[in-house]
């Protein structure tokens, strides 16, 4: 009986030897498995260490380049120093967004961690992402619109294409952009897919590739790109004034003269040029007052028109038996210059077109004149017969509302 109860002892201790070996056994598997685990990681933690080194040497040298550039076009303000700041908040930003992955920090922490650090940076790296493109975008799309004057040809050809020209180019930057950023977005978030997929699979939850980070991601892009065309459209769209269908009324107060002579006199001496220039047959004498004052005397210019009608005018609501000029107007305010010049567009009604392309082809070589209410505002060089029915003032204005009141007094005549 004794010689039993020492057996069932002896087979328990063993049983107890036998399990403590196995249970070390299975620790010593999971170390070995963890290390195993952590070693087909490197190739992903060579590719973060290859990425921080490539921020650090390829945004300086962008950013130097980008300042040289914008020195180069004499846009240092603000467009030299504003790439300069987006360069350096990329440096920052993308080194702070990767201290989780460096090698070393990678190697020192456990597989939880490391899924954790892995969901975190891709979060991080797509909003980056469609933040960086979307100032760079933005960026670019002000520089585009402010220099697109670059785009025109000459100021007597004035019409729409350079719209049609700088929205070309901001499609095909934006393109451009959102190409590079689902590359790089891709291929980085690949290598943080690959780490989570391998830590998954040891934990025994195999994780299928799924695309709808990606589509988020690719879908904020293209709203981003959406809203900068909205932008340009709105910035670039002119506006029109137009006339009713049924509206046939004029004011007749817009002439177009052929010029004989012109003059600048002091303002003192413009009532006796004026009665002199007067007396002749041929001519009628306007007026532009000069704002610009020599020697602290303000001067005037008067105009010598020739009469090219019974009327006087080559182009009047008069000569054309009451019928009205103008059509629409269109104005543009994205066209206004340092010196608040802004050009209009002006549509001519069919029949003023037909007169306005007979009298631009007889008076080709001189000069006419625009005269509203017995003022000459602008005077042209006539170099050809002008037939698409247009014209375009080019003119100062202290105020929007000015401008606009301006161009609803246009299309009423």
Request: some cysteine; overall charge neutral; proline content about 2%.
């Amino acid at each position: 009986m004794e010689n039993q109860e020492n057996n069932n002892l002896n087979e328990l201790d063993q049983l107890k030897a036998q399990y403590e070996e196995l249970k070390q056994r299975f620790e010593q598997q999971e170390i070995v498995n963890e290390h195993l685990m952590k070693s087909t990681i490197q190739d992903n933690a060579n590719y973060f260490s290859r990425y921080r080194k490539t921020v650090m040497i390829a945004y300086p040298i962008l950013a130097v380049l980008g300042f040289a550039y914008f020195t180069f076009l004499g846009e240092l303000l603000p467009f030299g120093l504003s790439f300069l700041l987006l360069m350096v908040f990329s440096i920052v930003f993308e080194l702070w967004l990767t201290r989780n992955v460096k090698r070393q920090a990678m190697e020192n922490a456990d597989l939880l961690t490391l899924s954790k650090n892995m969901q975190k940076l891709k979060s991080g790296y797509a909003v980056y992402t469609v933040f960086i493109m979307a100032l760079g975008f933005m960026f670019l799309l002000v520089h585009i619109l402010k220099n697109k004057g670059y785009l025109t040809s000459a100021i007597a050809e004035y019409n729409m294409a350079p719209n049609y020209n700088a929205i070309w180019s901001i499609c095909f930057v934006g393109l451009l952009l959102i190409t590079f950023a689902v590359l790089a977005y891709r291929n980085f978030v690949s290598h943080c897919n690959d780490v989570i997929r391998q830590i998954g699979s040891y934990d025994g939850k195999p994780q299928s590739k799924s695309p709808r980070t990606f589509l988020l991601f690719l879908g904020s892009m293209i709203v981003v790109f959406g809203i900068g065309i909205l932008l340009v459209h709105f910035a670039l769209r002119p506006t029109i004034y137009a006339r009713a269908e049924n509206d046939f009324t004029s004011e007749g107060k817009l002439e177009i003269w052929e010029i004989y002579a012109d003059t600048i006199v002091s303002t003192n001496d413009v009532t006796a040029m004026m009665e002199s220039w007067q007396n002749g047959d041929s001519i009628v004498v306007k007026k532009e007052v000069n704002q610009s004052d020599e020697g602290n005397q303000q001067s005037s210019k008067l105009f010598a028109l020739k009469k090219s009608t019974s009327q006087g005018p080559a182009i009047s609501s008069a000569v054309m038996g009451g019928k009205p000029i103008i059509q629409r107007v269109e104005v543009s305010v994205s066209y206004r210059n340092a010196d608040n010049y802004v050009p209009i567009i002006v549509h001519l009604t069919p029949d003023a077109s037909r007169l306005w392309s007979q009298f631009t082809r007889e008076i080709e070589g001189r000069y006419a004149a625009l005269v509203i209410d017995g003022v000459v505002v602008l005077e042209w060089y006539i170099q050809c017969e002008i037939n698409n029915g247009q014209f375009f003032i080019m003119h100062k204005w202290s105020s929007d509302d000015e401008l606009e009141q301006y161009c609803k007094k246009l299309s009423r005549q």
